[in-house]
């Protein structure tokens, strides 16, 4: 078995999906192991939450396996960048869940218990402040530009951003910067600069 698992580890991610695709659940569960950490770091720093990160995680690979047995499988004349369709999907996740938490919290508004009672109170609701500002200047952002924006943070190089990203090598740090000042923005009217 080990063996198995040693030669699943070298394989690209097109032959693996290839190999889901015909009921090699192996295959996906070195898929899983192989994407898990990115995924997971991607979703943390969009939610900032670790709980709901991995509750979406899972929905993330369930959408894979799905994909991968439903009408439209991945095979095709051109391989797919199975890395870049995670991220995206896992962005669209995140955006859904903090629109979700938008509109709770909007619902909720008033029966919410002052904190300022709480010792050392003070430094946590402005951490949290701080937090939620930037939460919400990620979501006004195109996916795009958020997506480029956290995998950068998480030390993703520019060749792997490009890859991840569907983008040209050479486009990454234009883009980034672009994202970066959109971000600028974004966050100030949060913080009402």
């Not at 709480?118 to 937090?131: C, F, H, M, N």
């Not at 930037?134 to 030390?155: G, I, W």
């Not at 980034?176 to 009402?192: K, M, P, T, V």
Request: glycine content about 6%; proline content about 5%; overall charge positive.
């Amino acid at each position: 078995m080990a063996t198995k698992d040693k030669a699943l580890t070298t394989l690209s991610d097109n032959l693996l999906l290839k190999r889901l695709e015909q009921g090699d659940e192996a295959s996906f569960e070195a898929l899983f192991h192989r994407h898990y950490d990115r995924v997971y770091g991607l979703l943390f720093r969009l939610l900032g939450n670790r709980d709901e990160a991995e509750e979406l995680l899972q929905e993330v690979f369930l959408k894979l396996y799905r994909h991968a047995f439903g009408k439209r499988p991945f095979g095709s004349t051109q391989p797919p960048n199975l890395s870049g369709w995670l991220y995206r999907v896992a962005t669209n996740e995140g955006y859904n869940a903090i629109r979700g938490r938008q509109r709770q919290w909007q619902r909720n508004l008033l029966l919410v218990p002052d904190p300022a009672g709480a010792p050392g109170a003070e430094v946590a609701v402005e951490r949290k402040e701080r937090e939620t500002a930037v939460r919400a200047a990620l979501s006004t952002l195109p996916p795009h530009q958020a997506q480029l924006l956290l995998l950068r943070q998480m030390d993703v190089s520019y060749a792997e951003l490009a890859e991840a990203c569907d983008i040209a090598p050479g486009s990454v740090g234009t883009l980034l910067r672009r994202a970066a000042a959109a971000f600028r923005e974004a966050y100030q009217r949060e913080i009402g600069n």
